[in-house]
Every structure is written in structure tokens, then in C-alpha cells.
């Protein structure tokens, strides 16, 4: 007999998992025991359920795998649900491992430590599943179904709980059985409407293409370029999506939500091909985005087509192998003719607009000293706070998770502990967050996380003593702030106290002397940035 934590172990040892990151307590240590013995994974304890969650979120969108998270029961189960609720925007693969007190006291009301009436129905609305696994059950297998579940189709969060006396009691013995083997499978059909789509698309006058986080998660971005290039089509994206299409190539024109993109580009294509993005209304909609009625809208499932936008040809399946099929058909007969002339009139007018805003615009320096800066393999770690709003428009991305952004449920807090997460996953790549000095205060105890674990990183925090862009809603609103302004701590200061090196800069220039010794050094840094910015680019541009 082993008990429920070896077959929980073996199972992500059976996926390849080497890293998690959680905190140890009173219900759960049956599981640390198991993972106190198993050298083949790496923990990271964290200082908040949130932080790890968080971190386990960005390690998945940097590694391309699995993120894992480990809470308790109740009260440390519940402070995961903003985080995850963040993965499940942003189709992320976690893994919450929780725990949920004795079987034969659940649902009693006994008042058992940490008891939480139905505490798996917190995660039935932000995760793929909640797996309860109970007696007699198979917890290796249970949890490589839930681990597969999290990586297949679109990606995302799935729920593990597990009594604490099944935890760390024997049970029988867990199937060996490989996740592999439990995954094989025959892919679906591609489906019948497909030659509709190309024959819409080699029609159009100008079609536009639109990709988002889907198309990040599945790897499309080979031969997506190879769809753009073969139909001369200006591609447009959220911001989970930057860098699919590299920043750099003639075809990509940036955030759909960009004054230039919604009111001169988009109004002139008469086809668009949406492929690995749910069109939310946040992503662009609701800045004024009018997509063409010929509208071939390509997704995992059927959740979100026509939610937002009526889909002529809804195509539905596997991403991938549908990109895959519309490049070989169209890569053969590539268009020649006006589009070409019209693209590169719209390339002409938006690189004569970059230019005339770096000229202008200290926001838009601030991200020409990072990106001047950082290797095009780097990864920009992005939380919601006023110069990441411009990055997510100027700061280009050269590939998939070039910028990894909490657009997913856009919280506050995500950037710092996101970018542990990624470093972790990709120690070799240089790393660098933005969050706000808001942002920062919600994981900031993270600090001592990184010192711990020897994770450095340049972690910028953006202060300007308010919450910046609820400052701007509210002036342009309703004219007067409430309540907008904050009292902050000494940030420098505050970065000492872990042992963590600090330092304050104010301009463009004293930003890039800090950067640059602060990647080189390999070391957590944090560089504090007093600067106002008056507005978002949401406006303008």
C-alpha cells in the first residue's frame, strides 16, 4: 500500500513536471513528505497562495508546459482564485493541487480546521475541471487525467483536492500506466467548411487577420506568418498575442485595438480571418472594432463564436492542424496584385507615426531604453499599470511570449510573481517585469521568494504614489480623483530589507545605466521609476 500523496507525485513525475510552487501546512504535509523525497522536483515556496499561483501561471506561458501550484485547505485554497481566475482568462495550463479536510467530515459541518462548505465549487467557474478524488480511487491516474485535461485542446487551469487523511493514508496501489499512453488518441477531422474559407480568402479584396493568446499557446506563429505572407493580409493582435507575427515583419500592425488599426485598416478589409483568439469584447470590441461580415472565425470549440462578432465560416477543431491545412493550401498560390500596394501604404503611415511618438512621447523612450536593451528572445512581464498599458501598444515583440501580460482577468499584482515564474521556467533568458507601485504592494513579499531561491531578475516598479490610470478614469469622468492616491513605503528601502539590491531612477537615460547593470549582474534588482504619466494610449492612439 502507498498513500494518496504517492500516486499524486508519481503522476507528475509521469508528465515530466521538475518545478512546483506552493506552501507547506497542517493538511497537506503528507504531500511535502513524499516531494521531500523525490530529487527529481524542484520546490519553490512562496510567501502567498496568490504569488505562487501566479508564478506558476507565468512559468506555463514561458515554458510552453505545465504550471503547478500546491495550496491547503479552506482559507489557502480560496486566496488561489484570483490568480487562477487570471490563468483561466489567459488559457494558462495550471495545476492547483489542494487539499480539503478529512473524507468523513466533509459536508458534516463539524467545524473542522479550515473547513469550507463545498470549497471545490470556488473553482468550478475558472478552471477546465475540479477532480475530487476520494477513496478507492486512483489518485496517479485522477491526477494525469486532470494534468492532460490542463495541456489538451485550449489550455488551462484544472483543480486537484485531496482529503488530508487520503493525502498522506494508503490507499491501493496506483496504475503505472504512462500518461503518454492515456493521451494517445486519433486526431478529429479537419473540418468540411475549410476550402470554403480559402476560397473566401483568396476572393477578398484585402482580407485582415486577427490572432490573440490561443495562437501563442499553440505554437502557430511559423505558419501563421507563412497564411500572412501568402495572402499579403495586415495581421493584428491582442496583447497575449504579440510577437506570434513578429513586431519587425511588414505585415503586423500591431494592438487591434490601435486608433490606426480600428479606424483606417480594418474598415478597408473586406475578410477577416480570426485564428487562435476568442474576439472577448475586451480585447479590442469595446474600442470601437468593426470586423468585415465575411468573418471565418477559427477556434478550439464552439464557446466563443459569435459571441462578439457573427462568424460567416465558424471553423471548430484542432488550431494547429487547421493553420497547418490553410498554409499548404495557400502558400502554393501566393496573391499578387493591390494588396500589396495598400499594405505598404499602411506600413508607411504607421512607421511615420512611431516615429513622430518617439519623438514626442517620454512613455514610449522608457520602452526603447528596454527593448534596446533585451535580446529579442527575452520576455517582458507585464502587469496593469500605466507604462504597460503603452508597452502593450509600442514596446514590440519579436515571439510568442515576447510579452507575457495579465490580460486574462487584468489584476493587479500578476507581473512580479509571473516573472519569478518565467525565470524559473527559463533560467537562460533574460527576464525583466513592469507593475506599478499599486501592483507591487499586492506580492511584493515575494522579494524574500527570490532571495531564497537565488532568482534575480530586473524588476521595474513604476511609482508615482497613486493608482495612475483609476486617477485618469476618474478625472476624465468626473473631473475630481478619489481616493486614487497612495501612501507607499520607500521602495529602495523596502528591497534592502530582503537583501535584494535597489536602485531609484527618473529618466530615460539613468533607466538604461540601471537595466544594464542589473542584467548583468544576473542578480534580483529592483529598479524604482518615479515617474507620472498623465494618461493611457487608449485615447490617442
Known sequence: MATGAVGVVQALKDAGV????????????????????????????????????????????????????????????????????????????VLMITTNIDAAKIGKGLGALHELEEQTSLFRTITKATFSVRAGEDFRAVTRKAINLALSGRPGPVCVEVPTDLM?????????????????GEKPPLPKRLDEAVALLRRAKQPVIIVGTDATRANLATDLTAVAEALCAPVIFSTPGKGVIAEDHPLSFGNAARRMVVKEIVPECDVALAIGTRLREVDAKRRGLVLPQQLIHVDWDERWIGKNFPAAVPLVGDIPAMTHELRRQLEGEPYTGQRQERVTEWRRQADAESVQIRQELAEVRYLDTLRGLLPRDSALVLDNTQLAYWAEYFYPSYQPNGVIAAKGSALLGFSFPGAIGAKVACPEKPVVGIIGDGGFLYTSQELATCVRHKIGFPMIVVNDNAYGVIGYLQRTAYKEEYQSRLTNPDFVAFANAFGVAATRVRSPEELGKALEKALASGEMHLIELQAEIAAPPFGRY
Not at 22 to 50: F, K, M, Q, T, W
Open 168 to 184: 498522506a493514508g494508503e490507499v491501493p496501489e496506483s496504475s503505472s500506466a504512462s500518461s503518454q499512453e492515456e493521451a494517445k
Open 18 to 93: 521538475s518545478t512546483i510552487f506552493g506552501i507547506p501546512s497542517i493538511h497537506n504535509i503528507g504531500l511535502y513528505d513524499v516531494l521531500r523525497r523525490e530529487p527529481s522536483i524542484r520546490h519553490i515556496v512562496c510567501r502567498h497562495e496568490a504569488g505562487a499561483t501566479h508564478m506558476a501561471d507565468g512559468y506555463a506561458r514561458a515554458s510552453g508546459g505545465l504550471g503547478v501550484i500546491i495550496s491547503s485547505t479552506g482559507p489557502g485554497a480560496g486566496f488561489t482564485v484570483s490568480a487562477l481566475q487570471e490563468a483561466w482568462g489567459s488559457c494558462s495550463p
